[in-house]
Nanobody, 124 residues
Framework: QVQLVESGGGLVQAGGSLRLSCAAS????????MGWFRQAPGKERQFVAS????????SYSDSVKGRFTISRDNVKNTLYLQMNSLKPEDTAVYYC?????????????????WGQGTQVTVSS
């Protein structure tokens, strides 16, 4: 079993920044790739960013590339998402997820455990 708990969401003005954290417990965090997804009201959950087990490789959706940075601390068992230059269209519930393997994945089928999410709201 793996437990994932997100934190750091909130209300921010457009152009602002937030840093999300995802604390992991259970099976070895450092053995798997990790990812962030988001889901806006009435829309499907979509890929945001992914990081490989060793953090040597990352992947981002086109909509966040250059503004968001994914990172991980394998000692603290924590995944991060630094979000800069936030836009109203970034408003969503953000979920962290544990990958099924070592490498980055952009599809939901590449993840088997999910957190409960943290709300991010960006006002214009």
């Amino acid at each position: 079993q793996v437990q994932l708990v997100e934190s750091g969401g909130g209300l921010v003005q457009a152009g602002g920044s937030l840093r999300l954290s995802c604390a992991a417990s259970g099976r070895a965090f450092s053995d798997y790739a990790m990812g962030w997804f988001r889901q806006a009201p009435g829309k499907e959950r979509q890929f945001v960013a992914s990081i490989s087990r060793s953090a040597s490789s990352t992947s981002y959706s086109d909509s966040v590339k250059g503004r968001f940075t994914i990172s991980r601390d394998n000692v603290k068992n924590t995944l991060y998402l630094q979000m800069n230059s936030l836009k109203p269209e970034d408003t969503a519930v953000y979920y962290c997820a544990k990958g099924t393997g070592l490498r980055v994945r952009t599809d939901r089928t590449g993840y088997d455990y999910w957190g409960q999410g943290t709300q991010v709201t960006v006002s214009s």
